[in-house]
């Protein structure tokens, strides 16, 4: 083998080497982008279900209501961080927050109160309506909370940066592939 012929073979496996370098580094850049939104997916969810938490707290689970109170005020104050601020998820989450520590001053006032008969009785009831009323219109801006945050939690594709070469035929067993294997590579720390 003479001189140059070495050269190009040398040549020849750093060209390979470094496709196959790009290739590593463009899969883990999908993967890292798709994480990301993945994470802020869960970000996003979590405020969603820390109000639908605390609304179900106020009204069965009343021995978690100041571990939702706590829970509810962390999300609505990321909340301004995590959505757009025309959509106003933040708005709502602040008349949420207002509603719900209202109906759990009148919960607290009504256990405070059981059982004792008497002028405390009509304070009770006067309570346990109070609370009925803050509770009702809590149910109303959780559905318009629903609606707000829908195109936030809408969980159809994570993928991170893609380039389409081709059409897949079955576009619902595509995105369950990206899904699937997304979370696999997540899951396992690559």
């Known amino acids: 083998m003479d001189k140059d012929s070495i050269t190009v073979l040398l040549g020849g496996a750093a060209l390979a080497v470094s496709l196959v370098t790009f290739g590593v580094a463009f899969a883990q850049m999908r993967i890292s982008s798709a994480k990301a939104r993945l ?28 571990e939702r109170s706590i829970a509810i005020t962390k999300a609505y104050r990321e909340s301004q961080f995590l959505f757009d601020a025309k959509d106003g998820v933040y708005s709502i989450l602040g008349k949420i927050q207002q509603h719900g520590h209202t109906a759990k001053f009148h919960l607290e006032e009504i256990q405070k ?31 318009e909370l629903e609606s707000r945050v829908g195109k936030y939690i809408q969980f159809t594709e994570v993928s991170g940066w893609t380039v389409k070469f081709w059409r897949h035929s079955n576009p619902a067993k595509l995105n369950a592939e990206k899904v699937t294997s997304t979370y696999e590579s997540t899951k396992t720390g690559s």
């Open 39 to 66: 994470d802020l997916y869960n970000k996003r969810f979590a405020v969603y279900e820390a109000a639908l938490d605390y609304y179900q707290a106020l009204w069965h689970e009343h021995e978690k209501v100041k």
């Open 113 to 143: 109160h059981e059982g004792h008969g008497g002028p405390g009785k009509m304070h009770d009831a006067l309570n346990r309506q109070k609370k009925s009323q803050h509770l009702e219109a809590y149910e109303g801006l959780l559905k």
